[in-house]
């Protein structure tokens, strides 16, 4: 028999069976849509429908419709693109990184936060799009044949490793979170087609629930998510595959991950801009990423735990872990900031030590006292364990730390760049509505996409969450152990033992 | 039944149904110590080791993936290159044209863009899977939660198919095992 401390909190609450698991996470694909999700949806898709006007006003005029200027040549557009990046750190830092250090309470957050991070790399991508100008010769930014004289892209420039860190990030988060969709593409395929045959199969149900079943005949949904599904069966030799290409994928995830925010860190860190040329930007960008992004985690989470009633798989233990992940972060954040202070004046460099001064005291001083207090003061407050039990305060942290965090970029790049070498080219950035609408309309793509997802995919990986209820809850355990002790001869301790979860 | 295998139009299987991972890992070795063969187990979740259990030779899938690894690096080093060495060449600061610093995120990504795709597209293919296959389903719980396992009648020759089920039933499977015929 496996032994495990009392101490630890199951990662499903209220005794969950493996039915049950199916139940709740497949009622919100199967039935209509809820009032919640309805206003959810329908605010999103009014953030999109004006942020399309502002962004076909850019395309149609051009990027001299933003704010920037001769001095200041990146500022909200490249903000925005850097602040997206980080955000989709998380899903790949959980569904990998966690899963290479066999953190179970991931399975509960990874898909949702998996597809997080896609929505907002296309988020980001949609900026290096707008910055283009010309957006319809994007394809000039990747190496192909061409009739300029076989003039290929610059492979020195950090912006072609960015083109190529970011469309793998997306490709690979892609395929990631697809392979870990299809056993339950396939759950949801095969209670469509129970629903369709009058299939007596349905013991495990109750009378009415095989009534509701038969009762819902879903024609669409049986044909959509069997092309969906690939045909999956679920047979050993599959699964044992599908682990194997899981646990690679999480492999390659893990380094391809931290490179993509190093990458975009060396945009700016490649340059011999003051407050830009610096060589602690790689790990500072990559946790500020991964802070940013498991505050977007969250937030989202919360509002998905209450819409969709998911309060016995997203539990406060959750919360509470991905609280003292973003309290390491944040700190890590807090102490890169002043290790970049302490060099800018150690170093000797005088226009270095006054990009530093000016960034603190100058005229962007509100947005460098945003920054800190949001992203160095407030996660502290995830020091007290009822803070970080507390949805409500963790709701409004996550906001305030994706605030500092949007304040971060804002203040990296325009301050770095709005006082020149020259006091005549000295400029003081505004942004214009254009700058204000084009962020608006990643904001509605991103919460459209996220909830249409949410509404037609289902947000708890089922599967994962079925395989680690057996080894974490107590009474399926207890299932277990009378599973072999009642039917099996009482011969089932040697199995058990053989068989220990945590160890395999 | 073995000897016309070329003309055979189906097969017969017989399935235990079962409900939880510790009853089936339990039923699988008891089975297969009873002198049955196992011909696979459907589960909704992955169960460690339960594919050795049943004897299924381990999967080469690593291999593949280290394979496209290799030629994603490969293709990366061969296209930088040839751009900016052979092809076009160009005079930056009296560098070199060629330079390995700046070959690395390039090659760091196309190695593991190449490796990811080839290996998931590996994957699809060797369990032949794909957009709109269809599906042999045994028995539609195994998704949900119930453990399917599935004994070929033809594997195990000189056993009748009462003979498996009282097997079966001996280690946990629900009442009344059934038979299922697949088409070949």
């Known amino acids: 028999m496996q032994v495990t401390s009392p101490i630890r909190e199951p990662l499903v609450l209220n005794k969950m069976t493996m039915h049950n698991i199916t139940n709740d996470v497949c009622k919100q694909v199967e039935g209509k849509p809820t009032m919640p999700w309805l206003i959810c949806f329908g605010i999103s898709l009014v953030l999109l429908g004006l942020g399309t006007i502002s962004v076909a006003s850019t395309w149609w ?38 899963m290479l250090f066999r953190q179970k309470w991931r399975t ?16 980001a991508g949609s900026f290096i799009l707008f910055h283009m100008g010309r957006p319809w010769v994007a394809h000039w930014a990747l190496p192909l044949p061409n009739t300029y004289g076989s003039l290929w892209v610059n492979f020195n420039s950090p912006l072609v490793w960015d083109v190529f860190a970011i469309s793998t990030y997306l490709t690979v988060s892609s395929v990631f979170w697809y392979v870990g969709l299809i056993p339950d593409l396939a759950t949801i395929r095969d209670r469509a087609k129970v629903s369709l045959t009058d299939n007596p199969l349905l013991a495990t149900d109750t009378k009415e629930e095989r009534k ?39 492999g390659l995830s893990t380094p391809l991950v931290l490179s993509v925010h190093t990458i975009v860190s060396m945009d700016f860190a490649t340059s011999v801009i003051p407050g830009w040329h610096t060589t602690i930007f790689p790990p500072y960008f990559v946790a500020g990423a991964i802070f940013s992004g498991f505050a977007m985690v969250l937030t989202l989470m919360l509002i998905t735990r209450v819409v969709f009633k998911l309060e016995n798989y997203i539990t406060l233990e959750h919360i509470e872990l991905m609280n003292k992940i973003i309290t390491l972060t944040g700190s890590i954040v807090g102490v890169a900031y002043i290790t970049e202070f302490f060099i800018a004046w150690y170093s000797g460099v005088e226009y270095e030590s006054y990009a530093f001064i000016n960034r603190a005291f100058g005229p962007y001083w509100w947005a460098y006292a945003a920054m800190m207090l949001c992203n160095v003061v407030s996660p502290q407050l995830f020091w007290s ?9 963790t709701f409004v942290l996550s906001i305030i730390v994706n605030i500092g965090m949007w304040f971060e970029r804002f203040v990296i790049i325009v301050t770095s760049l709005h006082r ?54 107590e009474a399926a355990r207890e299932r277990g152990v009378i599973a072999l002790s009642k039917k099996a001869g009482g011969e089932g301790v040697k199995i058990a033992a053989v068989h220990n979860p945590d160890k395999d | 039944m073995s000897n016309n295998k070329l003309i055979k139009e189906s097969s017969r299987y017989v399935i235990g149904v079962y409900d939880h991972e510790n009853a089936i890992l339990n039923a699988v070795q008891r089975v297969q110590e009873d002198g049955l063969r196992v011909h696979e187990v459907f589960s909704p979740h992955p169960i460690h080791h339960l594919d050795v259990y049943i004897g299924h030779p381990r999967t080469r899938i690593p291999i593949a993936a280290f394979c496209f690894a290799t030629l994603g690096f490969s293709l990366a080093i061969l296209m930088i ?26 090659t760091f990504e196309a190695t593991v863009l190449i490796a990811a795709l080839g290996m998931v597209a590996t994957f699809f293919i060797s369990n032949n899977m794909g957009p709109g296959k269809e599906e042999f389903s045994f028995d539609r719980r195994s998704t949900d939660d119930k453990y399917v396992l599935v004994v070929d009648m033809d594997k195990n020759e000189g056993k009748s198919q009462e003979e498996i089920s009282q097997i079966l039933l001996k280690y946990g499977a629900e009442a009344s095992p059934k038979m299922v015929e697949k088409a070949a």
């Not at chain 1, 364990?385 to 305060?393: D, H, K």
């Open chain 1, 420 to 473: 020149d070498y020259l006091p005549s080219s000295w400029i003081y950035f505004r942004p214009t509505i254009y700058d204000v609408g084009d962020y608006l309309f990643t904001f509605g793509l991103f919460f459209t996409l996220f909830f249409l997802f949410a509404k037609f995919l289902p947000v708890i990986n089922m599967a994962e969450v079925k395989a680690a209820l057996n080894s974490s809850d």
């Open chain 2, 81 to 106: 290159t040839f751009m900016l060495g052979i092809d076009w060449p160009m005079i930056i600061g009296g560098k070199n044209y060629v330079s390995i610093p700046t070959m690395v995120p390039v």
């Open chain 1, 61 to 98: 005029y051009g990027i001299g419709t933003w704010g920037l200027n001769k001095t200041v040549g990146w500022a909200w557009d490249i903000t925005n693109f850097v602040w997206w990046v980080g955000i989709g750190h998380a899903g790949t830092l959980i569904s990998a990184i966690l």
């Open chain 1, 385 to 393: 364990r009822t803070i970080r039990r507390n949805l409500v305060a």
């Open chain 1, 212 to 250: 509701a079943k038969q009762e819902k005949r879903r024609p669409i949904g049986a044909f959509m998510y069997s092309i969906m599904a690939f045909g999956w069966e679920g047979g050993a030799k599959v699964w044992a595959r599908y682990e194997y290409v899981s646990l690679i994928l999480a």
């Open chain 1, 108 to 123: 509960s957050i990874n898909r949702a936060a998996e597809a997080m991070t896609i929505f907002a790399v296309l988020c």
